[in-house]
């Protein structure tokens, strides 16, 4: 079966840097996505991986490791707007995306 | 067009009715994806279009739940006979060939 695992909830401070950790099986891959979900709304692309290493756009960078079936997200500099729920998505072949619970993130003042 | 549009944004329905949800995804975008999303979960995925292929009905949770494509146009997501745990959010995206998914804004459905 397909599992991704991330944590449900995080809590940072407005300017410091969170982590966000994904781990997944799953049968066959061919790339891990995270995606920003607003409260009542879509989610938004933030990052794509297929290749072991980090990928860095901006204030968000994302890690893949293959062998581990492991990613994590990293926010620097927090903002109040990063608060939202971050889902981490594996695809497999045919290009079916599997989605993560979430993870919201609370970022205080 | 901008972006993938859903309609209706809400629909409130008796339980034992049917609906008909819509997706117009980006013009261009061959594949076409519909998820569902329970308050507070993740992203559970329905059936997947791509191209003139079969689709990929896999997510599908009962014979009660259909869904059409028009060429690379215009998808509809039928619930039949619904029930109070079709309750959610129906989320419908659409890319390009192995690209990331530009989601739609949903339609909220609740089934009374």
């Known amino acids: 079966g397909q599992n991704i695992d991330q944590p449900t909830e995080m809590t940072a401070t407005e300017g410091a840097i969170v982590q966000i950790n994904c781990t997944y099986q799953t049968s066959g891959f061919n790339g891990l996505f995270w995606y920003q979900q607003h409260a009542g709304e879509a989610p938004t692309f933030l990052s794509y991986n297929v290749l072991d290493g980090l990928e860095e756009k901006g204030r968000f960078s994302s890690f893949l490791s293959r062998s581990k079936g492991y990613s994590y997200l990293l926010l620097k500099e927090l903002q109040m707007k990063d608060s939202a729920s971050y889902l981490c998505a594996v695809r497999r072949p045919a290009r079916q995306l599997t989605f993560g619970s979430g993870t919201q993130l609370t970022v205080l003042p | 067009g901008a972006g993938v549009s859903q309609s209706p944004s809400n629909k409130v329905t008796e339980k034992g009715k049917d609906v008909e949800l819509r997706c117009d995804p980006i013009s261009g975008h061959t594949a076409l994806y519909w998820y569902r999303q329970r308050l507070g979960q993740g992203l559970e995925f329905l059936i997947y279009?791509?191209?003139?292929?079969?689709?990929?009905k896999s997510g599908l949770p009962s014979d009660r739940f259909s869904a059409e494509r028009t060429g690379e146009s215009v998808s509809t997501l039928t619930i039949q006979r619904t029930q109070q745990e079709d309750s959610a959010v129906y989320l419908c995206a659409s890319s390009l060939e192995q690209y990331e998914q530009y989601f739609g804004p949903g339609t909220r459905l609740t089934v009374t």
């Open positions: 279009f791509q191209g003139n292929s079969a689709p990929d």
